[in-house]
């Protein structure tokens, strides 16, 4: 199994940068995919960005240009650098791998991870 501790939350003011760490543990060497996830209170949470092992990314329109997610293996972590920030950007966000599991020695399955979720406040 994985887990995963976020970081790197808070307030900001609009046009102002932060930078989301997420740290994974356990069965590293078992990630795919790493992502980041936004979710304000009441809506579905989204995807906000992610990266696949080998550096392949992709972004929501709302945020391409101004967010830039990248990955260091080595450390397991996942990182979301957000700059530009709007007011629109406030939401709780969440950290997420998908992972592939082995079930025996011809079944693998795919399984999913998720953080304890971090607040991002961009005041006006």
């Known amino acids: 199994q994985v887990q995963l501790v976020e970081s790197g939350g808070g307030l900001v003011q609009v046009g102002g940068s932060l930078r989301l760490s997420c740290s994974a543990s356990?069965?590293?060497?078992?990630?795919?995919?790493m992502a980041w996830y936004r979710q304000v209170s009441g809506e579905q949470r989204d995807l906000v960005a992610s990266?696949?092992?080998?550096?392949?990314?992709e972004y929501a329109d709302s945020v391409k240009g101004r967010f830039t997610i990248t990955r260091d293996n080595t450390k397991s972590t996942v990182y979301l650098q957000m700059n530009s920030l709007k007011s629109d950007d406030t939401a709780v966000y969440y950290c997420?791998?998908?992972?592939?599991?082995?079930?025996?020695?011809?079944?693998?399955?795919?399984?999913?991870?998720w953080g304890q979720g971090i607040q991002v406040t961009v005041s006006k």
């Open positions: 990266i696949t092992t080998g550096g392949q990314t």
């Open positions: 997420k791998t998908t992972s592939t599991g082995v079930a025996g020695p011809w079944d693998s399955y795919d399984y999913d991870t």
């Open positions: 356990g069965s590293i060497f078992s990630i795919n995919v």
